[in-house]
C-alpha cells in the first residue's frame, strides 16, 4: 500500500509540475497573471487530495466542494499533459526545421499565449462534452445461452451494474436514476459486481447517499461483491453499508438460487494489499458446488480469466477497467486486460466485463459509456 501511494504522489507531483511550468512559460510578460495562476494552480491540484486526507477538519459543504474541484482538476490536467505533449512536438520539429527563424519575440509570445488560449479552450469543451456523456446512462442487452443442467428454470432476466462509486458527485439522485433504470427491466435478479463505494460510508450516510438501493425490486433479491474501492474506503463500514440497504454481499461465498444456479462471489484481490489476507483460491469455493448446476460468478477485477474455465464456471461477471474512461487510457486497458470491455467466450465459459455506470474521479467519460447491462440468460438442455 505505501509502495502504491509512493508511485501515485511522484506521478502526480511530475505531472502538475511539467503542466504548471509550460502554462507559466505561457505567460511569460504577465507577471500579475503569473500570481494569480500560480494561486488557481496550486487549489485546483491539491483540492482532491486535501479533502480526503482532511475530511475531519472540513465541513461537508467545504469538502464537498473541494471534492468536485479536485476531481475534475483529474480530467483537466489528463488533456492538459496530452495537449501540452503534442505542442511540445511540434514545438521541437517547427524548431528543428527552422520555421521559426526570422520570426520576432513579440510573435513568438503571441503564438504562446494563442496556443495557451486554445488549448483551455479545446479542454474544457472536451471535459464538458464528457461530464454530459456521462448523465446518458445506456441500457444494452445481451443474449447468452447456458447449459442449465439440473436447473429447473428455463430462462432469466438478470441486470448487472458495476462500479457505481457512490460519492457526493454520484450521488442520490445519480443513484436514483441508475435504480430506476434497473427497475424498468423488471429484473429476476440483480448483480452488483464491486465498487459501488467511492467514499466512506460514513459520509455516504451524513448526505442520505444509498437509500434508493432499497427501492430495486427483483424476484431472487440483489447480491453484490467487493471491489478494490469497498477495501479502500473501509471494508468493515463498507459491508455493514451494503446490508443496510438489503443487498447479500457475498465474499467469497455462494448462494444456490431456486434450486436452479448458482452465484459465486469472490472477494475482489485487492484484499491481501489492504487486509494482508488472501482470497479463497477458486478450486476450493466449487469444490463443494453440485456440477449439475450452473455457476454464474462475479469477480471484480478481471485477471487471470483461465482460472474460471478450470473450474466449471459457465459465466463470469466483471467490472474495474472503466475501459479506460478517459481516452488514451482505453488503449492502455486494452493492453492490461485480455477483455478491457465487453463479452467474451472460451471453451465453456462466457464472460462479460462492464465499463461501469458510474465514474471514479471526475464524472467524466471520453471514449467510453456508462451502462447497465439486461443479461437474458436462455438455460438450454
Not at 245 to 265: A, E, P, Q
Not at 305 to 322: C, M, P, R, V
Request: with cysteine; aromatic share 14%; glycine share 6%.
Amino acid at each position: 500500500m505505501i509502495f502504491f501511494f509512493s508511485i501515485f504522489f511522484t506521478l502526480y507531483a511530475a505531472i502538475n509540475s511539467y503542466i504548471f511550468i509550460r502554462g507559466w512559460q505561457a505567460l511569460e510578460g504577465y507577471p500579475k497573471l503569473r500570481i494569480l495562476y500560480t494561486l488557481l494552480f496550486v487549489v485546483l491540484s491539491l483540492s482532491y487530495l486535501v479533502a480526503k486526507f482532511l475530511t475531519k477538519y472540513f465541513s461537508s459543504t467545504l469538502y464537498d466542494v473541494l471534492l468536485w474541484i479536485g476531481s475534475f482538476w483529474f480530467a483537466f490536467m489528463v488533456y492538459f499533459l496530452l495537449s501540452i505533449f503534442i505542442i511540445d512536438i511540434l514545438r521541437f520539429f517547427f524548431v528543428h526545421s527552422n520555421i521559426f527563424s526570422g520570426i520576432s519575440r513579440q510573435k513568438y509570445l503571441l503564438i504562446k499565449q494563442s496556443a495557451g488560449i486554445l488549448v483551455l479552450l479545446v479542454v474544457f469543451i472536451i471535459i464538458l462534452l464528457g461530464y454530459l456523456n456521462t448523465t446518458d446512462i445506456k441500457t444494452k442487452t445481451l443474449n447468452l445461452s447456458i447449459s442449465k443442467g439440473n436447473g429447473k428454470l428455463n430462462h432469466l432476466n438478470a441486470v448487472l451494474v458495476s462500479d457505481i462509486h457512490l460519492s457526493p458527485m454520484d450521488d442520490e439522485k445519480f443513484l436514483s436514476h441508475i435504480v430506476n433504470k434497473i427497475n424498468e427491466l423488471n429484473p429476476d435478479i440483480v448483480l452488483i459486481a464491486g465498487d459501488l463505494f467511492d467514499d466512506k460510508a460514513k459520509i455516504l450516510e451524513e448526505r442520505g447517499i444509498g437509500e434508493a438501493l432499497n427501492n430495486i425490486n427483483s424476484k431472487y433479491g440483489t447480491f453484490a461483491i467487493t471491489g478494490n474501492h469497498e477495501f479502500i474506503n473501509g471494508i468493515e463500514s463498507a459491508t455493514r453499508f451494503i446490508e443496510k440497504h438489503h443487498i447479500k454481499l457475498l465474499r467469497d461465498s455462494s448462494i444456490f438460487i431456486d434450486d436452479s444456479f448458482y452465484i459465486l462471489g469472490r472477494d475482489d484481490r485487492s484484499v491481501a494489499q489492504f487486509t494482508g489476507k488472501s482470497r479463497a483460491p477458486l478450486k476450493d469455493l466449487t469444490k463443494n458446488l453440485d456440477n449439475n448446476f450452473p455457476i454464474i460468478m462475479m469477480d471484480h477485477t478481471p485477471f487471470g480469466l483461465e482460472e474460471a474455465q478450470k473450474n466449471n464456471i459457465a459465466l463470469q461477471l466483471s467490472g474495474h477497467t472503466h475501459h479506460g474512461q478517459m481516452f488514451p487510457a482505453n488503449l492502455i486497458t486494452k493492453m492490461v486486460y485480455e477483455v478491457s470491455w465487453g463479452y467474451l467466450e472460451k471453451d465453456k465459459t462466457q464472460y462479460y466485463v462492464s465499463c461501469g455506470v458510474g465514474t471514479w474521479g471526475p464524472r467524466v467519460r471520453i471514449g467510453s459509456n456508462s451502462e447497465i447491462i439486461n443479461l437474458k440468460i436462455n438455460f438450454a438442455k
